[in-house]
């Protein structure tokens, strides 16, 4: 079950605008990753992080697994129409990975 | 290359029936795993096999629930006999377990599935 806190639930920006989500846990986790999942499709990875402290760039998208391992945020610059969606945070030790209750996006154009 | 593909896409069937969905990893990987997505829990881990070996049953929800992994390729997830409370989409995703087993996992599109 879930025991990530993701926040906010939701968020409705323009186009053009610049999003923050972020994940709490009351656990540590070993790797902090980043999905998106279309209507009717299940989730894409959309960047993986590894170490504490680290910050991983993937286009527009930008995260960072928290110094304390137990948080982590995604950053989308100049959103575009496309970046609707739900976006999931996961924490992952081995094989035990854990997700956020997911941010819903909507980008009006 | 191909992602995890998953079949059906969508089953609707009456209740007490068996159902059966299917998968099959990513080439290469050797953990698989189970998930449902429902609106009010989100996505729940169900089962994962690490080498076609099951490993973690204890998100199964009850008896109905069977899961198997005959070879490397294809995994089952059968539910008999089903019940409404189990429409839901069901996902399976794969990953590679290398050294430090922090692999992320790559979902495949989903079963969507409504027991009326």
């Known amino acids: 079950g879930q025991q990530l806190n993701q926040s906010p639930q939701s968020m409705f920006i323009q186009e053009g605008e610049d999003v923050s989500m972020n994940c709490t846990s009351s656990?540590?986790?070993?790797?902090w990753l980043w999905y998106k999942q279309d209507p009717g499709e299940g989730p894409v990875l959309l960047i993986a992080l590894y170490k504490a402290g680290e910050l991983t760039s993937n286009g527009r998208l930008t995260a960072q697994f928290g110094i304390t391992r137990k948080d982590s945020f995604l950053n989308i610059s100049a959103s575009i129409p496309s970046d609707v969606g739900i976006y999931f945070c996961a924490g992952l030790n081995n094989n035990d990975m854990r997700f956020g209750a997911g941010t819903r996006l909507t980008v009006k154009p | 290359d191909a992602g995890v593909i998953q079949s059906p896409r969508h089953e609707v069937t009456e209740m007490g029936q068996e159902v059966t969905l299917r998968c099959k990893p990513i080439s290469g990987h050797n953990s698989l795993f189970w998930y449902r997505q429902t609106m009010m829990r989100g996505l729940e881990l169900l089962i994962y096999?690490?080498?076609?070996?099951?490993?973690?049953d204890s998100g199964m929800p009850e008896d109905r629930f069977s899961a198997k992994m005959p070879n490397a390729s294809f995994s089952t997830l059968k539910i008999q006999p089903s019940e409404p409370r189990d429409s839901a989409v069901y996902f399976c995703?794969?990953?590679?377990?290398?050294?430090?087993?922090?692999?992320?996992?790559?979902f495949g599109d989903g079963t969507r599935l409504s027991i009326l």
């Open positions: 656990s540590i986790f070993n790797t």
């Open positions: 995703a794969s990953s590679l377990r290398g050294g430090t087993g922090n692999q992320p996992q790559h």
């Open positions: 096999f690490n080498n076609n070996v099951p490993i973690d």
